[in-house]
């Protein structure tokens, strides 16, 4: 299950807090995503980033912020503007023309 | 931008029959067209994906065909079995390398 790890497995998030999920790939892949997953939703895209030190927003980027310093890594940050950030996310990565690959994922709750 | 449709959302087979699963997309412009299994609480996993230069692939008990000109792609597993049992999301993108456009899901139950 090696190659692109999140962490951590499960975070509990009080009102008005900020929260910063991990994301560390050693695949040497260029592309990284984050995805957000609610049941009956699918998968949704967050933030993802082509390039380091380069990021584009995705469908649902209101209330979520990342940064690209490293190739291996790409934290999402879960902001107090985020009102219902209780999900499970994912974050992938892949190389040019082939398939994403998924970290084990982040399981978020609000309390 | 792209919107992916997928159906049914829940489909429930006895074991041993086919499952069909059906996507939907609206970019002309994709042309890579993946599917993932992802079983309870744990991540996707691609099983088979297919671009828009093949009409077809098949890996064992797994199928994809893509038809281009309706825009829409199906997933066929043949033989199911117990452990196929999961939900089931394909997805489009321009290329492998671009965001992915999920559709919801479909919950396959396979019955023994």
């Known amino acids: 299950d090696g190659g692109i790890t999140q962490s951590p497995k499960y975070l509990f998030r009080k009102e008005g807090q900020n929260v910063t999920l991990s994301c560390e790939q050693n695949?040497?892949?260029?592309?990284m995503y984050w995805y957000r997953q609610d049941p009956g939703q699918g998968l949704r895209l967050i933030y993802y980033?082509?390039?380091?030190?380069?990021?584009q927003k995705g469908d649902i980027a209101e209330g979520y912020s990342v940064s690209r310093e490293k190739k291996e890594s790409f934290p999402l940050t879960v902001t107090s503007a985020q009102k219902n950030p209780t999900a499970f996310y994912l974050c992938?990565?892949?190389?040019?023309?082939?398939?994403?690959?998924f970290g084990p994922g982040t399981r978020l709750t609000v309390l | 931008g792209e919107n992916v449709e997928q159906h049914p959302s829940t489909l429930s087979v006895q074991e041993g029959d086919s499952a069909v699963i059906k996507c939907t997309y609206s970019?002309?412009?994709?042309?890579?067209f993946p599917w993932y299994k992802q079983e309870l609480g744990k991540r996707p996993q691609l099983i088979i994906d297919?671009?828009?230069?093949?009409g077809e692939k098949k890996d064992q008990r797994i199928a994809v065909t893509l038809n281009k000109t309706a825009k829409h792609f199906s997933l066929h597993i043949t033989e199911t079995q117990p452990e196929d049992s999961a939900v089931y999301f394909c997805a489009a993108s321009i290329s492998g390398n671009t965001p992915l456009v999920f559709g919801k899901g479909t919950r396959l139950s396979v019955i023994a």
């Open positions: 970019d002309s412009a994709s042309n890579y």
């Open positions: 297919i671009r828009s230069n093949v």
């Open positions: 980033s082509q390039i380091v030190n380069d990021f």
């Open positions: 992938a990565s892949s190389i040019a023309e082939d398939e994403q690959f």
């Open positions: 695949l040497n892949h260029d592309a």
